[in-house]
């Protein structure tokens, strides 16, 4: 079995535009490795991603492989109370630790804010502002205890594990522990998205995001053929016409 | 060739104890006179990780690491208005308030007051914080491992770690070599082994009717004024053969049992009601 935990560069669900995701004629790489579970949700980090792995990574064997995205150590997956479970509209990890102003923001989207979402930040900001505090450390370091303990899920299950980071920027172990059963891609999904765009600098932050889980088909080629021979393969640069791309605000490409 | 040692830990490694007898880390420094112990009763990981973690990019092959890895579940709280001596101490009651709603304020100590202001104001956010981060502590001792796993592997350092508890650990022994060793024996069971079995028979026949953990409370009762960081002269010995056994790739000796006969002090510590709410080796 293949199980892929991590956040819009492995989202089954992405919309590109309003359109389902394989717009562009092409099947995205999670949809060409076989028969897998993809736990992936957009906008989610680490957080997250280990809590659908708590349930799964005692039951695996060598036959099974473990494809993981480490996305943002600061998306936390905060609490949602009960009054506010049923609304779809939330999404927790929409609310963040601002490091410079010391205090948790509600993330502003393009759309207009649901209101629902404003009434469960208004009312548990300064709730998640505490847990912030109190967890600030382990939450800092989120990157390397998760690398860590895929990395000991494949001594002990001895089954394959594949890491993707968006930054390698925080990774503790960058590829030093590499062998046949853990793989870990030296080398950041973001910058790989961003280096897609010729010109990528004078476009960084574009307004629309036109591609299947930020990539183009020709990086999903090549991530597949990472997944698969699990060796260093470098990713495509500076082939996107970046125009439909137009720019705007300060919010990631892939949030 | 190791140069240096840092200790991190709870009780069991506190040096604030270390008067009446030679001690496991007393002894360590003995033989490696640079060495560190953020031992510090009370301490949960998570405590012991905040040094941890700025400690981590420094380590290399002459460092030698000692864990105490106590329970995962004493969360350390953002108490700013703890004074600080009682930190742990207010940290265990969140935790306690938390979990048991039934609990009652206790007021054997003078800072109970400060701190049930303090948690009739906060403890919502205090739960909303568990809440948040339930999954992380539940599985935070075997994230804890995997990095000092890894950081064996990395900085080339030394690891040794007890847990107080064996069930926290997912990697077990399994994974021993040259760097890297987990002991065997959970430092709760070597508390409790040590005594003698006559002791735990009187103990089980006096105090019938009581839940295990109402006997267990009692037993480590009796270390506040025995025993020092709830072992005995001989354990502690053990204890600093273990390390040295991993280090010179000797043999790792067990700890003692039935060795401890309790000698529980009724004027000394007053009734036990006052300890029902402590952590049981605090």
């Known amino acids: ?63 099974d492989h473990i494809i993981f995205i480490i996305s943002g150590h600061n998306r936390i997956h905060f609490h ?134 930020h990539l183009s088909k020709e990086n999903h080629d090549i991530m597949t053929d990472i997944i698969q ?27 | 060739m190791i140069k240096r040692v840092t200790i991190y830990g709870d009780s069991f490694a506190e040096p604030q104890w270390a008067n009446s007898h030679p001690t496991w880390y007393g002894r360590l420094r003995d033989r490696w006179p640079d060495t560190v112990n953020y031992g510090k009763s009370g301490a949960g990981p998570m405590y012991s990780f905040k040094q941890f973690y700025q400690d981590l990019p420094k380590l290399n092959y002459e460092d030698l690491i000692v864990f105490v890895m106590s329970g995962a579940p004493r969360i350390y709280f953002n108490i700013k208005e703890a004074p600080s001596d009682d930190i742990h101490q207010w940290n265990n009651n969140i935790c306690r308030k938390i979990v048991d709603k039934t609990h009652r304020p206790s007021d054997h100590f003078q800072s109970e007051s400060e701190f049930d202001k303090w948690a009739s104001l906060n403890i919502d956010k205090a739960r909303f914080a568990l809440d948040t981060f339930r999954d992380e502590t539940i599985y935070g001792n075997w994230k804890y491992e995997s990095l000092l796993y890894t950081a064996s592997r990395i900085q080339k350092c030394k690891i040794f770690i007890w847990h107080t508890c064996m069930e926290e650990s997912y990697m077990k022994t399994s994974l021993n070599d040259d760097n890297f060793y987990v002991h065997n024996e959970s430092l709760e069971e070597a508390c409790s082994n040590e005594y003698v079995e006559e002791q735990r028979r009187a103990d089980k026949k006096e105090s019938e009717g009581w839940t295990e953990k109402d006997r267990r409370e009692r037993r480590e009762a009796f270390d506040l004024g025995h025993r020092v960081n709830h072992l005995t002269e001989m354990n502690h010995e053990v204890m600093y053969k273990q390390i040295v056994g991993f280090v010179d790739g000797r043999e790792i000796p067990k700890f003692l049992k039935n060795v401890y006969k309790g000698t529980y002090n009724k004027e000394m510590h007053g009734n036990l009601d006052l300890f029902h709410d402590e952590f049981v080796y605090d």
């Open chain 1, 1 to 63: 079995m293949i199980d892929i935990y991590g956040d819009s560069f492995a989202d089954p669900a992405v919309t590109i535009a309003g359109k389902p995701i394989g717009y562009g004629g092409f099947r995205p790489w999670h949809e060409r490795l076989g028969k897998v579970r993809n736990f992936a949700k957009s906008s989610t980090g680490p957080h997250y991603s280990l809590r659908e792995l708590y349930k799964c990574y005692k039951k695996y064997t060598k036959d």
């Open chain 1, 80 to 213: 949602v109370p009960e009054e506010f479970k049923q609304k779809d509209s939330i999404c927790p990890e929409d609310a963040m630790w601002d490091p410079v102003i010391q205090r948790i923001t509600l993330y502003k989207e393009h759309r207009k804010k649901p209101q629902e979402k404003q009434k469960w930040y208004d009312k548990h900001n300064q709730h998640m502002d505490y847990a912030c505090r109190t967890f600030q450390e382990e939450i800092d370091t989120l990157t390397e205890k998760c690398e860590s303990f895929l990395y000991m899920i494949s001594r002990l299950q001895q089954c394959k594990v594949t890491v993707f980071l968006l930054s390698t920027a925080r990774s503790y172990m960058k590829d030093r522990l590499n062998d046949d059963l853990f793989y870990l891609h030296n080398y950041g999904l973001m910058t790989a998205s961003n280096e897609e765009f010729i010109n990528f600098k004078q476009n960084r932050y574009p307004k629309w995001e036109l591609r299947a889980n």
């Open chain 1, 229 to 255: 021979t699990r060796t260093f393969k470098p990713f495509k640069k500076n082939f996107v016409d970046s125009t439909p791309f137009e720019q705007v605000e300060e919010r990631f490409i892939y949030d």
